[in-house]
Each structure stands twice: as structure tokens, then as C-alpha cells.
């Protein structure tokens, strides 16, 4: 199977560097078409400098990237019409009107969007007559999101997509997004939320300090060899993570006065902050 088919997104060394300035180094990801694929990092990591690069809206330093199968920043134009684009902030004309902003981001891509728009406003609750300035957070993020999938793209680009929106609509909104997954669209979902990667994501990337550093399932990543101890002494009960070997833990805990031992699987939030530290 050629790239162009099997993968979504495709990078070698992908680097954008900003001086003295942190950027991204070596980026070399993988996400197939079809994936529903998390991103995972702080604020800081270089996520947004990858999006940003895959979408050739800043020139990579080095490296090479494609998306479903183009050269990125070469086929600049014909990405952007596949995919839709979620930054983590979005900026739209104060003074118009959200039915008007929905139907100029149709309408620059050229297509007729009105009834899936109206679908999305529907199901997102999403005041269409009021004006972009008389928004709350949240309300601005739902315009984004309508903007972001009323064309139905092949692939679904979302940076930081939740950040504001209410419990609810956070559910509603991954619901649309297990829908056009399961139509076939790929999603690159880029988080800090790590309960959000768990529950919808079926493979990931970690970055740190510009570099990834692990790629893999999601549940091969929650099933990493690091164990969650909590230990119960006379002194007390402490908890802490370990990577290693069993027996070896063991060995130096032989050491202790134990009156309780539990080693369980941490959560992939506990993982991932012991990847950073």
C-alpha cells in the first residue's frame, strides 16, 4: 500500500526552529487514515508549531511532511480544501453575524454547507443571528467547530479543541467526532486533557520540550511497564510509580515492615507525566 494511501499525515525530521526560541526537532509521525489519533503535550511542547507547520501556515526549518499523500506547504491549497482546521484560538470579524461567518467559510471554500451548518448550530446549541462580539468563550469555540467540520473533510485537524465548552457540549462535540471517524474521516486530535486521548483516541504521540518522544496505542501506552506501588508501614501509606522489574521491587521492599501492598496499572495520565519527569 503506497503512503498517499495509507497515511493521513506523514513526517521525517520535521523541525522548526525559532533561534533561541524552543521549536520542534526531528519530528518523524505517523498517523494512518481512518485513525482517531491524540497528540499529547503541556502547553509549550510544540504542538501548535507542528499543526502549524503540517498546514504550511509557518515554513518548516527542516524535515519533510505530507498530508494525504501532498506536499505540505507545495500543496498548500489543495490540503487545506481536505481538511478541516481547528486552531486552539480562533479570531473571527467582531461584528459579524455567526450564520454569516459560518457561510464565508463555506463560501471560501466554495461549497454549499447550509445544511449540515444548520445540523451542527443544532446539535451545538449554537445562536446563529448573534453577532461574533456578543459571545461567550464557549460560543465562540462552537463556531469554530461548526466552520471546522460543516464541509466534511477527509481529515479533521483540532488543536486544543475543547478548552472552554461545558461538560455537555464536550460530549456532543466528541460524539460528531466518533461519527465522521467512524464515516471513514481521520481525526489528529492535539490535547493536554489526557482523559480525553484515553477515552477516544486509539493511538498517540507524546512531545516534550519540542521532541516526540513516544508514539504508540493508546492502550499500549496505559500499559506501559511503569506500575502504580502503594505501600502500607507502620509509618504510614506512600504511593509512587516504578518501571523495572517485579522481583526486583520486591527485593528492596523485603527490606520494609509491610502491613499492605498494592501494585496496580496507573492511569495514562500518571504514564505520561512519568515520560516528562
Known sequence: MSEAIQYAISTQGLTKSYGKNRGIIDINLQVKKGDFFGFIGPNGAGKSTTIRSLLGLITPTGGEARILGMECGRSKTEILEKVGYMPSESCFYDRIRVKDMIKLAADLRGKDCSKQAAELCERLQL??????NELSLGNRKKVSIVCALQH???????????????????????????????????????SHVLSEIQKYCKNAAIVKEGRLIRESSVEELSRSNVKRVQLTTPQGTESFLYQGGVRELLAQLSEKELLDLTITEPSLDE???HYYE
Open 152 to 190: 466534511e473533510p477527509e481529515l479533521y485537524i483540532l488543536d486544543e479543541p475543547t478548552s472552554g465548552l461545558d461538560p455537555l457540549m464536550q460530549q456532543e462535540f466528541f460524539e460528531l467526532l466518533k461519527e465522521r471517524n467512524d464515516r471513514g474521516a481521520t481525526i489528529f486530535l492535539s
Open 271 to 273: 504514564v505520561v507525566m
Open 127 to 132: 445562536d446563529t443571528h448573534k453577532r461574533v
